[in-house]
């Protein structure tokens, strides 16, 4: 995954989604994503967002620093946050 923006306010992070699509294009299990540190981030599945043409995800590194990346063509992009959900529960069987 490739980084094509670090915001670091959360006025900035507001800004940068009101540059995105109203609703998300779809979603990724967190699974998909793990070796991205977050310690805020508790879900099993993230928002893909559409941003200048490209598909984006959003995480908050540390405190007040956000870092989008743009996702890989060949990245499975579930429909739902249920089925990435199922996705990310699937995942964790298979690693326990």
């Known amino acids: ?3 094509v923006k670090t915001i670091t306010s959360h006025a900035g992070y507001g800004r ?3 540059e995105c699509m109203d609703e998300p294009v ?3 299990a967190r699974s998909q994503v793990a070796h991205i540190p977050s310690p805020y981030a508790y879900s099993p599945c993230r928002a893909v967002y559409e941003w200048n043409g490209k598909y984006v995800v959003s995480f908050e590194t540390r405190h ?3 870092e989008v990346f743009e996702l890989p063509d060949d990245m499975k992009i579930y429909e739902t ?3 990435a959900t199922e996705a990310y529960i699937a995942s964790m069987r ?3």
């Open 1 to 3: 995954m490739k980084k």
């Open 81 to 83: 946050d249920e089925e």
């Open 26 to 28: 779809g979603y990724i």
């Open 16 to 18: 940068w989604m009101a």
């Open 64 to 66: 007040k620093r956000y």
């Open 94 to 96: 298979v690693t326990a």
